[in-house]
């Protein structure tokens, strides 16, 4: 079975501090990987999505993700966040063979601070 | 154009009544999927439909939970007999086909059970 762990239920950082939230992943078959951002009170947006070629993948926001598969890992990064940025931030596996149901980590609170 | 819709945006019912959940996809989307989003369970995959074919029901955490979805387009998720812990938000997304294609989020029915 599939399973993805966020390390960090709650980041805090200042605005203009660069900024990773960790995601690594279980499962024994090829996988679709994606980062979804929740702002307060909204549904879920896609950030950025890994599906084959190129491991590191650029999103919306000035946000990227690298797909390390010997690490099974897949940790998004912004260089320098802005407040705006305050959100929940999931990451998701789907299996390459399944019908695409999504598979959450826990999700990471990130709180950009003045 | 339009996105994924849910009504009601908040429902609150007293436990033992039934429920209707409703979710208008984006049209054309032919992978319809709800999610639930619970404090305790995070985000957790319920029932996934695609196009004309038997829904996937392998998510649904009891009998007491089901979906239709009609004409291929709008579907319902129905909870009878709620209980406390079913209080959580519903979560409506669609997507083109299934694998790999970005999932589109409703803003979601907050539902109470009292």
């Known amino acids: 079975a599939q399973s993805v762990t966020q390390l960090d239920s709650q980041v805090p950082v200042f605005e203009e501090a660069p900024v990773e939230l960790r995601c690594n992943y279980s499962s024994s078959v090829s996988v679709y990987l994606f980062w979804y951002v929740q702002y307060p009170n909204q549904g879920l947006q896609l950030l950025l999505k890994?599906?084959?070629?190129?491991?590191l993948v650029k999103g919306i926001n000035g946000f990227e993700a690298e797909f390390n598969k010997s690490q099974t890992s897949f940790h998004l990064r912004k260089p320098s966040v802005h407040i705006s940025d305050t959100a929940e931030y999931f990451c998701?596996?789907?299996?390459?063979?399944?019908?695409?149901?999504?598979?959450f980590g826990k999700g990471t609170k990130l709180s950009v601070k003045p | 154009g339009a996105g994924v819709s849910q009504s009601p945006s908040n429902k609150v019912t007293e436990k033992g009544k039934d429920v209707e959940l409703r979710c208008d996809p984006i049209s054309g989307h032919t992978a319809l999927y709800w999610y639930r989003q619970s404090l305790g369970q995070g985000l957790e995959f319920l029932i996934y439909f695609q196009g004309n074919s038997a829904p996937d029901k392998s998510g649904l955490p009891s009998d007491r939970f089901s979906a239709e979805r009609t004409g291929g387009s709008v579907s319902t998720l129905t909870i009878q007999r709620t209980q406390q812990e079913d209080s959580a938000v519903y979560l409506c997304?669609?997507?083109?086909?299934?694998?790999?294609?970005?999932?589109?989020f409703g803003p979601g029915t907050r539902l109470l059970v009292l």
């Open positions: 997304a669609s997507s083109l086909t299934n694998m790999g294609k970005t999932q589109y």
């Open positions: 890994y599906l084959s070629g190129s491991t």
């Open positions: 998701a596996v789907s299996d390459q063979g399944s019908q695409g149901n999504l598979i």
